[in-house]
């Protein structure tokens, strides 16, 4: 009898031990923190993080393998479209090229609120403010993923136009060491002439023209706030582009210059609005290198 009850509890006690083992390795799949942060730890990626109340409002991480608080800087990259289209996943087509460029960073690309051309919502500051909301949220996770506080940011078009925006205006919100623009609108005024396209567009994201509405045109400008105090800044543009014209980015040259500020200004030769899959690795390996001397 004694026996038999002596079974009875080990295999109670083997199911139980077989579950906690089960649950254990159910949450380590499933946990959106790092369970090892005293060792090394490997890639991790984590898609649609929420870092905010609207639909749209998510990010994916891409952690390196060996990453700590003191030796992993971050990428943050805010992907085109105008500011009417477009998604995080853009990222993935520069992902290879920009881990390679940058093999100790981490990186996250972000959703954010997009203009309807349809009802007129999601006029700006919204992307701003979600650049922003984002940014804090990162900053709150920055422990748990282990990385450094230190922040890059980095866009193409409608995503440059951010990236520069946050840099200049907002820098105190996030450690910003560094930002990289793609072929970006710097100066809406002076952009709103170009085409019409960019009339129609700059209308509803604005809510009138530059003569109607100067103030807003210079505050949603990138340019409107360089000053000796701007991050370090890396810029590319084509010199063919027909949809942002490359004096936007000449008109951002001269400002810096003035200001002092240490950047570089990249002309792409008979390129346009995006460049060959062949000429981006090139481009992030000179931004590798102009990163490296500027938060060092």
């Known amino acids: 009898m004694v026996l038999r009850m002596f079974r009875v509890f080990n295999h109670f006690f083997q199911k139980i031990f077989?579950?906690?083992?089960?649950?254990s390795y159910l949450y380590s799949c499933t946990s959106n923190g790092d369970e090892n942060p005293t060792g090394f730890l490997?890639?991790?990626?984590?898609?649609?993080?929420?870092?905010?109340?609207?639909?749209?409002?998510?990010?994916?991480?891409?952690?390196?393998?060996?990453?700590?608080?003191?030796e992993t800087p971050?990428?943050?990259?805010?992907?085109?479209?105008?500011?009417?289209e477009g998604s995080k996943e853009?990222?993935?087509?520069?992902?290879?090229?920009?881990?390679?460029?940058l093999p100790d960073y981490a990186f996250v690309a972000i959703n954010y609120?997009?203009?309807?051309?349809?009802?007129?919502?999601?006029?700006?500051?919204t992307q701003q403010n979600d650049v922003i909301e984002a940014i804090n949220y990162i900053q709150s996770k920055s422990a748990d993923w282990n990385i450094s506080d230190q922040l890059i940011l980095a866009?193409?078009?409608?995503?440059?136009?951010?990236?520069?925006?946050?840099?200049?205006?907002?820098?105190?919100?996030g450690n910003i060491k560094a930002v990289i623009a793609f072929f970006?609108?710097?100066?809406?005024?002076?952009?709103?002439?170009?085409?019409?396209i960019t009339q129609l567009g700059l209308n509803g994201l604005i809510g009138g023209s530059p003569q109607d509405e100067a103030d807003a045109y210079a505050i949603n400008s990138p340019i409107t706030y360089v000053n000796s105090n701007s991050p370090p800044t890396i810029f590319f543009h084509g010199t063919s582009d027909s949809v942002v014209p490359i004096s936007q980015s000449e008109l951002l040259k001269n400002s810096l210059i003035e200001a002092n500020v240490f950047h570089s200004f990249i002309k792409i030769p008979n390129q346009g609005h995006g460049f060959t899959a062949a000429t981006y690795p090139q481009l992030f390996e000179q931004a590798a290198d102009f990163i490296k001397i500027a938060i060092n």
């Open 42 to 70: 490997p890639a991790l990626d984590l898609f649609d993080q929420s870092y905010g109340r609207e639909r749209i409002q998510v990010l994916d991480v891409y952690l390196p393998a060996g990453r700590s608080t003191d």
């Open 90 to 101: 853009e990222f993935t087509q520069f992902r290879a090229a920009l881990s390679s460029a």
């Open 18 to 23: 077989l579950l906690l083992l089960i649950s």
């Open 74 to 84: 971050l990428v943050i990259y805010l992907h085109g479209g105008a500011w009417i």
């Open 113 to 125: 609120s997009l203009y309807n051309l349809n009802n007129g919502s999601n006029k700006f500051p």
């Open 155 to 173: 866009g193409a078009s409608a995503g440059g136009h951010l990236a520069l925006l946050h840099s200049y205006k907002h820098q105190r919100i």
């Open 184 to 196: 970006p609108p710097t100066d809406l005024a002076k952009l709103y002439d170009f085409s019409l």
